[in-house]
């Protein structure tokens, strides 16, 4: 089972600010197949990039993914103010599928 | 628009069996050979969990953890899948959520979208 670890735990920002979220794998994601996943609180989360790089349908660019391997990040350009929510990796690149602990952006 | 709702019992006793159904609405589950459809859980102050999904045509796949306890099944001609869960105990405690699955290169892909969540409480 593929173990991801997202960092850091709690990333405190204000609004306009640059958000960097990190996630590793304890292995290598085949073909790069990750995801990135939004969750306010009482909602179900939504899905923001798939395949580490691409956009969902819907999410503003201000989102980005990158990375390859067992490295990934996910990039919020310039928070605004709804960005505030916990953020979760997950990999299906194998089974079974397994998610990140979460990041929480929170204001600062 | 497609839509999912999860439906069932808030409380279920220790050793009995959960069962919930999620229904799709906006679209169908027996149209598309591009999708899985599945279920997730998160427990309190604990992260997602994968429980496992189905196909249209019924082939099943589950999170080895969870395997021995689970069933999910699917009618496409309500448009409804299933989830049960045997022998809970309080550890099985959590939000269930229902989801589409994008069948990617004939594996279980990313979840878009999700249904609102149910929570289920095992406790006698």
């Known amino acids: 089972e593929i173990v991801l670890t997202q960092s850091p735990g709690t990333l405190s920002l204000s609004p306009g600010e640059r958000a960097t979220l990190s996630c590793m794998a304890s292995q290598s994601v085949t073909s790069n197949y990750l995801a990135w996943y939004q969750q306010k609180p009482g909602q179900a989360p939504r899905l923001l990039i798939y395949?580490?790089?691409s956009r969902a349908t819907g999410i503003p660019d201000r989102f980005s993914g990158t990375g390859s391997g067992t490295d990934f990040t996910l990039t919020i350009s310039r928070l605004e103010p709804e960005d505030f929510a916990v953020y979760y990796c997950q990999q299906y690149g194998s089974s079974p599928l397994t998610f990140g602990p979460g990041t929480k952006v929170d204001i600062k | 628009q497609l839509q999912l709702q999860e439906s069932g019992p808030g409380l279920v006793k220790p050793s009995e069996t959960l069962s919930l159904l999620c229904t799709v609405s906006g679209g169908s589950i027996g149209s598309s050979s591009s999708y899985f459809w599945g279920w997730i859980r998160q427990a309190p102050r604990r992260g997602l969990e994968w429980i496992g999904s189905?196909?249209?045509?019924?082939?099943?796949y589950y999170n080895p953890s969870l395997k021995s306890r689970v069933t999910i099944s699917v009618d496409t001609s309500k448009k409804q899948f299933s989830l049960r869960l045997n022998s809970v105990t309080a550890a099985d405690t959590a939000v269930y959520y229902c989801?589409?699955?994008?069948?990617?290169?004939?594996?279980?892909?990313?979840?878009?979208?999700w249904g609102q969540g149910t929570l289920v409480t095992v406790s006698s």
């Open positions: 189905i196909y249209y045509s019924g082939g099943a």
């Open positions: 989801a589409r699955q994008r069948n990617w290169n004939n594996q279980i892909g990313w979840s878009d979208p």
């Open positions: 395949g580490a790089s």
